[in-house]
């Protein structure tokens, strides 16, 4: 049973646009939902996170938008840049329980001039 | 310095023999696990270690076993490989259980 449902699988985004990224959860012990970013033959990177308390949560321009009572959560990169292509992961931890983080299966943005 | 760092990066080996890759972080952080990426790009927890308390993912095949030496290091070992056992795997660390997870560069691992 995946946990966390993440999609689109692949995403092309002009230069400049906006590419959005969405997840969604059905575990509502979740509390911790950060975002990874993981470029080729590298290990994932820890982008943003965010903590249910907030609906929102902004880092130059990655934006995390969190909506508790649809259990979703997304994420905006605002003027995507070439350098942006990678694959991104949302993810969803328990604070109470096994403390383990439950990955959406990616997506792949490439970010085209 | 390297936060989290890993070796081998890669690694080949038939199946049936037993091997080891090595993690060692110098963040000073308590915690550390490892994942399992397949060729689908799936993140997957194996294992996490915090004060010496392991807590497995029960899909974790008991061919695999994680060593921690020291808090700074976390070893993963496995016998009898098949050749399923064919994925990229990644050491992480955090501060504390449930906080931020930075992770290694991943060892590549390739059974024939």
């Known amino acids: 049973q995946q946990q966390v449902k993440q999609s689109p699988q692949s995403l092309i985004v002009q230069k400049g646009g906006i590419s959005i990224i969405n997840c969604a959860y059905e575990?509502?012990?979740?509390?911790?939902f950060p975002w990874y970013q993981q470029f080729p033959g590298k290990g994932p990177a820890l982008l943003i996170a965010i903590r249910p308390d907030v609906s929102e949560k902004k880092e130059g321009r990655f934006t995390i938008s969190f909506n508790k009572s649809a259990k979703q959560f997304s994420l905006h990169i605002m003027d995507s840049q070439p350098g942006d292509s990678a694959t991104y992961f949302c993810a969803a931890l328990s604070g109470a329980g096994s403390y383990q983080l439950t990955f959406g299966k990616g997506t792949k943005l490439s970010v085209i001039p | 310095d390297t936060a989290v760092s890993q070796t081998p990066k890669y690694l080949v080996t038939q199946m049936g023999n037993d091997k080891s890759i090595k993690c060692e972080q110098n963040?000073?952080?308590?915690?550390m696990y490892w994942y399992k990426q397949d060729s689908k790009k799936f993140l997957k927890i194996m294992f996490s270690y915090n004060n010496k308390e392991l807590i497995i993912n029960e899909t974790v095949p008991n061919r695999f076993s994680p060593k921690s030496p020291d808090k700074a290091h976390l070893n993963l070992h496995i016998n009898s490989l098949e050749l399923g056992d064919s994925a990229v795997y990644f050491c992480a660390s955090s501060p504390l259980l449930g906080g931020e997870q930075y992770f290694g560069p991943g060892t590549r691992l390739t059974v024939t």
């Open positions: 963040l000073g952080h308590d915690t």
């Open positions: 575990n509502t012990a979740f509390d911790y």
